[in-house]
Antibody, heavy 122, light 107 residues
């Protein structure tokens, strides 16, 4: 069974940091780009960024302008896990964060985790 | 950044209806477009990629078409489980962007 499981969400104060994890199983995690997508309460989907797989993309990354310089995506293929390090968090970063895996070779999000909620509040 | 505009934003329809949702891109994206379905409290689900390729396991009543700047998602005969919110996403350039969503409700 294909699974992506996020963890690490919670309540954090503005300006602080949080690291989310995303562990995949049941598919070739190492061969897939991993994308993070977020959704603020009652709002639409927002693309956060992605990390390419090592073989075809050298684990390079791309980010949305709203998080660039504050968020860092990394991966540890030995653990089938991707990470989203979020620094200098703002109230507008509050959202459900989903990790996804590419299934079409063009970063489409064919596999999704269940999401983890990040609340940013003092 | 490429902007995606979906129309309509809200759609009311009945079981058995044929419905079409449009996604317009602010510049040409070839066929690099995906469609997702999201139900309340759930993660989105990929329906269509490369504008018209049906994701494995998705019912054939869903279809996608278009290229360049205009794309459509069609549901040929609505079923009760199809009432949800639908998003398009461009996969042509970074940052990847989503449309604002189309909420499909039961009439």
């Amino acid at each position: 069974e294909v699974q992506l499981v996020e963890s690490g969400g919670g309540l954090v104060q503005p300006g602080r940091s949080l690291r989310l994890s995303c562990t995949g199983s049941g598919f070739g995690f190492t061969d897939r780009a991993v994308t993070w997508v977020r959704q603020a309460p009652g709002k639409g989907l927002e693309w956060v960024g992605l990390i390419r797989n090592k073989r075809s993309g050298g684990e390079t990354t791309e980010y949305a302008a709203s998080v660039k310089g504050r968020f860092t995506i990394s991966r540890d293929d030995s653990k089938s896990t991707a990470y989203l390090q979020m620094n200098s968090l703002k109230t507008e970063d509050a959202a459900i964060y989903y990790c996804t895996a590419d299934t079409c070779g063009a970063d489409c999000s064919g596999f999704w985790g269940q999401g983890t909620l990040v609340t940013v509040s003092s | 950044d490429i902007q995606l505009t979906q129309s309509p934003s809200f759609l009311s329809a009945s079981v058995g209806d044929r419905v079409t949702i449009t996604c317009r891109a602010s510049q040409g994206i070839s066929s690099y477009l995906a469609w997702y379905q999201q139900k309340p409290g759930k993660a989105p689900k990929l329906l269509i990629y490369a504008a018209s390729s049906l994701q494995s396991g998705v019912p054939s009543r869903f279809s996608g078409s278009g290229s360049g700047t205009e794309f459509t998602l069609t549901v040929s005969s609505l079923q009760p489980e199809d009432f949800a919110t639908y998003y398009c996403q461009q996969l042509n350039s970074y940052p990847r962007t989503f449309g604002q969503g189309t909420k499909l409700e039961i009439k």
